[in-house]
């Protein structure tokens, strides 16, 4: 499947990393003085980090990118050079992508001898501790996106705590729709609550009987920017993480009608097609209405 992706031009590129901070998805880092995009994994391919870029280094190419192919991906990467190999797989590795990080070393294991650095390198550089300093910026992707997948072994414990507070049943994060990742291995196959960000307060059984056994995304209509990012990001989850049903959980005020309106507009974008249970909530925690549409 082709899907549009950013491209680099390294002539052009300065390494001000002026687009770095602007690539809500952290597929962007410094390496070598450039920037490099260190995971096709990563990118939403809509340019967020373009209009950043004051050389116009950055643009959009419409390649082959999906299914997500690793091997591809590293034949790539190789040819940045040792450091650039390295963050990919630093990358994968932060954001839980155990199968592709695999892959990867397999890739580099296959072709070790036309590679310029040693592989038994490559994984000492992966897996050493960063001993970049907190002052440093996020050339490494901030730390607010990592991806981290709670151990359901804990979600499933007794729904009090000793201190008699109620057991939290998020499973994963980042939970903010413009710094998760469609592909991530934690949506594949689930079920996805999209909830308003105002919504949670409200709701004080929110965790118990909405969040429970689902993936969550929140959003707000009013206030987010780059609604487009939001649509092609519902449209990955419906298409490539197969979402097995899709919850909207609003807020009764006007505004929040946005949201419902997205996800049905990437429904009706995508080929394949997902039920969506959509709920609205009134400012008191009251359920006023829930329908499947």
């Known amino acids: 499947m082709e899907r549009d992706i950013i491209k680099i031009d390294d002539d052009k590129c300065t390494g001000c990393g002026l687009c770095v901070p602007n690539c809500h998805e952290g597929a962007l880092q410094i390496i070598d003085s450039k920037v490099r995009l260190v995971s096709d994994l ?6 967020a980090c373009i209009g950043h870029c004051p050389e116009g280094a950055i643009t959009i190419e419409r390649r082959e990118a999906e299914p997500y192919d690793e091997a591809k991906v590293m034949g790539i990467m190789v040819s940045k050079g040792f450091n650039t190999v390295v963050a990919h797989l630093r990358h994968l590795r932060e954001h839980n992508e155990t199968v592709f990080l695999k892959q990867g070393m397999a890739y580099l294991i296959a ?3 036309k590679l310029d650095f040693m592989v038994d390198e490559v994984k000492k550089a992966v897996h050493q501790p960063d001993n970049t300093s907190a002052g440093a910026g996020c050339n490494g992707g901030c730390p607010g996106s990592k991806t981290v997948i ?3 072994a804990e979600i499933k414990m007794a729904d009090h705590q000793p201190n008699g507070s109620l057991q939290s049943q ?3 994060w980042p939970v903010q729709l413009h710094l998760i990742n469609p592909g991530a291995s934690h949506f594949a196959g689930s079920d996805l609550l999209v909830a308003a960000d105002c919504s949670a307060f409200s709701l004080g059984d929110f965790h118990q009987n909405w969040l429970k056994n689902k993936t969550l995304v929140i959003a707000c209509p009013k206030l987010d920017q780059g609604k487009e990012i939001y649509l092609q990001k ?3 989850l419906i298409e490539s993480a197969k979402v097995n049903t899709i919850t909207v959980l609003i807020m009764e005020v006007p505004c929040c009608g946005g949201l419902l309106q997205l996800v049905e507009m990437a429904i009706s974008r995508a ?5 969506v249970k959509a709920i609205t909530v009134s400012i008191r925690g009251e359920i006023l209405s829930q329908e499947w549409i």
């Open 150 to 152: 709670f151990n359901p």
């Open 42 to 47: 990563m990118c939403d391919g809509l340019g």
């Open 111 to 113: 072709n070790e001898s």
């Open 170 to 172: 998020l499973r994963q």
């Open 271 to 275: 080929a394949r097609k997902v039920p």
């Open 234 to 236: 519902f449209i990955a």
